[in-house]
């Protein structure tokens, strides 16, 4: 399928990152030098040997039908994010990169398990370290912050813990962000093997987080099937991480649409890791869940790892799933609805992203809207419909208010050069 949506202009919103996925072959390379680590000869793919307007930011060179040779890529790069230093340049580099293709808020995935264990000197373990956890977090802080400033790019982060790494250990990271909570981090996420244990054994963890006021964002159907996302449901997740296996049951997809609980769409990491999809995104079931109502985003997943980006998926989208602007325009919403992110930022973001609308655009909404047959799909273009009219009406008032305001000015600046004149 082919779309003419321009997305280069879009406003984006990213929720679905894992930090350390976004380091780029280039980022990676300074890592190295960093840490004194050589990485394999064939670690990268030389220039020349792959497509630089379809990967910018470089190209990794393990074999995408490789489950394993991802992983280890994976591992190797998130193995040289070791000091604060290293996780603010990792978060400047990727959210500077983020803005500039128009992203106006985004979601990073951090892990705990990861960046906050250090060796106990005095039990001689390895574990959480509350003073490691707040010199990295402060690090990602301020190149967040950093970043609002100079972009307007809205940032926060979503703890997670590793499912593979067991019950206990979800548990216990879930018990260590309750107790030193960040402004900035808003959700509690599982993410790893899907495979390694039930939902239900991370209960306890959930509900840990949801005491401590974070919304949930698990990782389900990417792998499993559509009981994941069901069991994910049942344990108070707002946004499902991949759901791909969604439409195959029914009573989930109406679930989905009808508790507002949207679908984090990460079509090329999907593309490469989900084998259902043969490798091929016209068998991805974006549009089946959208066209049913179901809110979804569009995120890289791995950005660096995966040689794409947020404005490149969205591209992706638009092209493989048909999305129209007025779609897109929605999708972004939507985004920006199911975030994490307080009452406040949301509704500033949303009124920005209805600033940007022309009037051709609304008519493509309401059209949009007119034509759409799922009642919860369509309830929602409506409300978007009504709410961009508002956002319009607004914004017709202060212009004819400023035009009136500086025509009195000038009046006024009028009579005294006139007086002055005369004097
Ligand atoms: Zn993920």
């Not at 082919?2 to 990213?14: E, Q, R, S, Y």
């Not at 509690?188 to 949930?216: C, M, P, T, V």
């Not at 679930?255 to 984090?264: G, R, S």
Request: charged letters at 30%.
């Amino acid at each position: 399928m082919t779309n003419k949506v321009d997305t280069t202009t879009l406003p984006k919103v990213t929720l679905h990152e894992h930090i350390e996925g976004t380091v780029t072959p280039e980022m990676a390379a300074k890592l190295a030098q960093r840490h004194h680590v050589t990485l394999p000869d064939n670690f990268v793919m030389a220039e020349g040997q792959y497509d630089k307007k379809d990967f910018p930011n470089g190209r990794y060179a393990y074999d995408e039908s490789d489950f394993w040779a991802f992983i280890n890529t994976y591992d190797s790069v998130a193995d040289m994010m070791r000091t604060p230093q290293d996780y603010y340049d990792v978060t400047k580099d990727y959210l500077s990169k983020n803005a500039a293709e128009g992203g106006v808020y985004a979601e990073l995935i951090i892990s705990p398990a990861h960046m906050a264990m250090e060796v106990n000197p005095e039990t001689g373990k390895s574990e959480l370290s509350a003073a490691r956890y707040r010199a990295m977090m402060d690090a990602i802080a301020k190149a967040a912050q950093e970043v609002k400033e100079e972009t307007g790019l809205e940032t926060r982060f979503i703890a997670t813990g590793v499912r593979n790494l067991g019950a206990e250990n979800v548990k216990q990271v879930a018990e260590f962000i309750r107790d030193n909570p960040h402004s900035m981090v808003t959700g509690f996420g599982i993410a790893g093997n899907e495979r390694a244990g039930e939902f239900d054994d991370f209960a306890e963890a959930l509900a840990i987080a949801k005491g401590a006021g974070l919304k949930l964002a698990l990782h389900a159907g990417e792998i499993r099937g559509p009981e994941s996302i069901k069991d994910a449901i049942r344990l108070g997740a707002s946004r499902i991480g991949h759901g791909v296996s969604a439409p195959q049951d029914p009573e989930v997809m109406k679930m989905l649409a009808e508790k507002n609980i949207m679908v984090e769409v990460c079509p090329t990491s999907n593309r490469i890791l989900v084998t259902d999809l043969k490798g091929d995104l016209a068998n991805h079931p974006a549009r089946i869940l959208y066209d049913a109502g179901v809110r979804i985003s569009l995120n890289p997943d791995d950005a660096g790892i995966f040689g794409t980006h947020t404005g490149k998926e969205h591209r992706i989208s638009a092209e493989k799933f048909g999305f129209t602007k007025a779609e897109m325009m929605d999708i972004t919403l939507c985004a920006i609805e199911n975030s994490f992110a307080d009452v406040k930022t949301r509704k500033q973001l949303k009124e920005n992203v209805y600033k940007k609308m022309s009037e051709e655009d609304r008519k493509e909404l309401r059209d949009l809207a007119a034509n759409a047959k799922n009642p919860v799909l369509k309830k929602r273009l409506e409300t978007r419909v009504a709410e961009s009219e508002k956002v319009a009406k607004k914004l017709e008032i202060q212009k004819r208010r400023t035009k009136a305001l500086n025509s009195i000015k000038a009046t006024k600046m009028a009579i005294i050069n006139k007086k002055s004149a005369t004097r």
